[in-house]
């Protein structure tokens, strides 16, 4: 059994390049590991996978669930290599807030990818690994290589920038939730008649989203207003982080912010994107 924290993200930059002719786009965006997570637990089983899931109960058990598919795509591979396997139990405590622009269920397919990994001696290197996990969702590499990354092409490709010391953010969630694919189909369609408006922001899809749910910019005012050195949307929203240098001045913050925004975070830079606490062995 193993026992894994799988870290949220934020997106310190975000540049939308080429639509591709699968209709997906081409990214630039600077993704950086926050330490607000979700614990996932993987128990050996005899066949198939079977999921639970604690602290949210509106998220599908099955196949509909990213860190379902997960575990099919690695059994998949491991077919592919004539490596046999029984089955996984997945039990899933989730923190991260979804539908938030924090990759949640992609940090849990990360997670779930990393911890199968290990509980199989390691049948795949990081990029075998990181190729599996392209195939599941444009974050999930990043969520298995973690730290601060420079993430192009559709997010397979990562170039590693180590951070020097630690960085605190304060995240706040709003009580809505953002379509990402109406976000991108949004962002395509004021690109072609008011491209000025998408000039110099770090996060191309902020103006785009921001002008239907103004309240993700009310947040960010009141982040700088509470002490933050700037704030941003991460994502396609409609999660919100401001930068704080200090540590005791962030938690003050994330505390007052709470009475407004009950989904306040504060939160750390961590420099992997899945972390293992505990591997217990069959026979411990």
Not at 111 to 120: D, E, Q, S, W, Y
């Given at each position: 059994m193993v026992r894994l924290k799988a870290f949220a993200k934020v997106n310190l930059t975000l540049k939308i390049l080429a639509k591709r002719s699968d209709g997906y786009h081409s990214l630039e965006s600077v993704m950086q590991s926050v330490s607000l997570c979700d614990y996932i637990s993987l128990e050996p089983h005899s066949s198939g996978i079977e999921l639970s899931i604690v602290g949210d109960h509106k998220l599908p058990t099955d196949n509909k669930n990213l860190a379902f598919r997960a575990a099919e795509a690695f059994f998949l591979e491991l077919d592919k290599k004539?490596?046999?396997?029984?089955?996984?139990?997945?039990?899933l405590e989730k923190k991260i807030p979804l539908a938030a622009g924090l990759a949640g269920g992609s940090a849990d397919a990360a997670g779930v990818l990393f911890g199968l990994n290990k509980l199989a001696d390691k049948p795949f290197n990081?990029?075998?690994?990181?190729?599996?996990?392209?195939?599941?969702?444009?974050?999930?590499?990043?969520?298995?290589?973690?730290?601060?990354?420079?993430?192009?092409?559709?997010?397979?490709?990562l170039a590693a920038k180590p951070l020097e010391k630690t960085e605190y953010y304060i995240i706040v969630v709003p009580d809505l939730e953002v379509p990402t694919p109406w976000a991108y189909q949004e962002f395509d369609r004021v690109v072609e008649s008011e491209p000025l408006l998408i000039e110099?922001?770090?996060?191309d899809l902020?103006?785009?989203?921001?002008?239907?749910?103004?309240?993700?910019?009310?947040?960010?005012?009141?982040?700088?207003?509470?002490?933050?050195?700037?704030?941003?949307?991460?994502?396609?929203?409609?999660?919100?982080?401001?930068?704080?240098?200090?540590?005791?001045?962030?938690?003050?913050?994330?505390?007052?912010?709470?009475?407004?925004?009950?989904?306040?975070?504060?939160?750390?830079?961590?420099?992997?994107?899945?972390?293992?606490e505990h591997?217990?062995?069959p026979n411990t």
């Amino acid at each position: 059994m193993v026992r894994l924290k799988a870290f949220a993200k934020v997106n310190l930059t975000l540049k939308i390049l080429a639509k591709r002719s699968d209709g997906y786009h081409s990214l630039e965006s600077v993704m950086q590991s926050v330490s607000l997570c979700d614990y996932i637990s993987l128990e050996p089983h005899s066949s198939g996978i079977e999921l639970s899931i604690v602290g949210d109960h509106k998220l599908p058990t099955d196949n509909k669930n990213l860190a379902f598919r997960a575990a099919e795509a690695f059994f998949l591979e491991l077919d592919k290599k004539g490596i046999a396997h029984g089955g996984i139990k997945i039990n899933l405590e989730k923190k991260i807030p979804l539908a938030a622009g924090l990759a949640g269920g992609s940090a849990d397919a990360a997670g779930v990818l990393f911890g199968l990994n290990k509980l199989a001696d390691k049948p795949f290197n990081e990029e075998e690994l990181i190729m599996i996990g392209a195939s599941l969702g444009s974050d999930v590499p990043f969520c298995l290589k973690g730290g601060r990354c420079l993430a192009t092409g559709w997010g397979e490709k990562l170039a590693a920038k180590p951070l020097e010391k630690t960085e605190y953010y304060i995240i706040v969630v709003p009580d809505l939730e953002v379509p990402t694919p109406w976000a991108y189909q949004e962002f395509d369609r004021v690109v072609e008649s008011e491209p000025l408006l998408i000039e110099g922001n770090k996060n191309d899809l902020e103006p785009v989203v921001v002008r239907r749910y103004p309240v993700i910019s009310e947040v960010m005012g009141k982040l700088v207003e509470a002490g933050c050195e700037w704030a941003q949307m991460s994502g396609s929203g409609p999660s919100v982080f401001g930068l704080v240098r200090d540590q005791n001045l962030g938690r003050l913050i994330t505390t007052k912010i709470r009475h407004a925004y009950p989904r306040a975070f504060f939160t750390e830079t961590v420099g992997v994107g899945v972390e293992a606490e505990h591997h217990y062995s069959p026979n411990t």
